[in-house]
């Protein structure tokens, strides 16, 4: 008899790529032009980005600077949970940016109902924050990898654990 095969559905972060990242971007924020005269900063707190500037308009374009460092270090931006503006000292304005780190249950029953719609021999199962394939047959788990990196999740997804 052969031995189930499986893997995990993920989502995480590199916060060493995000750090890389927010250093690229306060290093761009502090010396562009017309940046400058908002005194903008990025810095990261823990799991955390907050950027401040003088006003909502140099915030705005200081989050993009931001993303833009982020997606060129392999960060996906669906993983970013962004807070509303609020008032800084001083008249200014922040931001803060967390991170959705893990499957959140509503995704990861959608994933388990996809892969049942599917009917193929593999099962779903919520586990945590992630949610575990497993099945006898690996093209059909192959399937199931290329079905649901086509769907479209509010959360970036890695494969892992893979035991074919």
Same mark, same amino acid.
């Given at each position: 008899?052969a031995?189930d095969?499986?893997?995990?559905i993920?989502? *995480?972060?590199?916060?060493?790529e995000v750090?890389?990242?927010i250093d +690229?971007? &306060?290093?761009e ?6 940046l400058? *005269?908002a ?6 707190n823990?799991?955390?980005i907050?950027v ?8 705005? +374009?200081?989050?993009?600077?931001v993303k833009g460092?982020l997606v060129?270090r392999? #960060?996906?931006l669906?993983?970013?949970?962004p807070e509303a503006?609020e008032?800084?000292?001083?008249g200014?304005?922040r ?7 893990g #499957?959140?249950?509503d995704t990861?029953?959608?994933i ?5 719609k599917l009917k193929?021999?593999? &099962?779903?199962?919520? +586990?945590?924050?992630s949610v575990r394939?497993?099945?006898?047959n690996?093209?059909?788990? &192959?399937?199931i #990898? ?10 970036p997804v890695?494969?892992? *654990?893979y035991?074919?």
């Amino acid at each position: 008899m052969a031995a189930d095969n499986s893997f995990d559905i993920v989502s *995480n972060v590199d916060f060493q790529e995000v750090r890389n990242a927010i250093d +690229q971007a &306060q290093r761009e924020v502090t010396t562009r032009y017309d940046l400058k *005269n908002a005194d903008a900063s990025v810095t990261l707190n823990d799991e955390e980005i907050v950027v401040e500037s003088s006003d909502e308009y140099t915030l705005a +374009q200081a989050v993009d600077v931001v993303k833009g460092k982020l997606v060129r270090r392999g #960060i996906d931006l669906k993983s970013l949970r962004p807070e509303a503006v609020e008032d800084a000292s001083g008249g200014r304005a922040r931001q803060k940016i967390g991170f959705q780190l893990g #499957i959140p249950q509503d995704t990861a029953k959608k994933i388990v109902a996809e892969v049942k719609k599917l009917k193929m021999k593999v &099962q779903g199962s919520i +586990q945590g924050d992630s949610v575990r394939i497993s099945g006898k047959n690996r093209d059909d788990l &192959q399937t199931i #990898i290329a079905h649901v990196k086509g769907m479209d999740l509010d959360v970036p997804v890695t494969f892992t *654990n893979y035991r074919g």
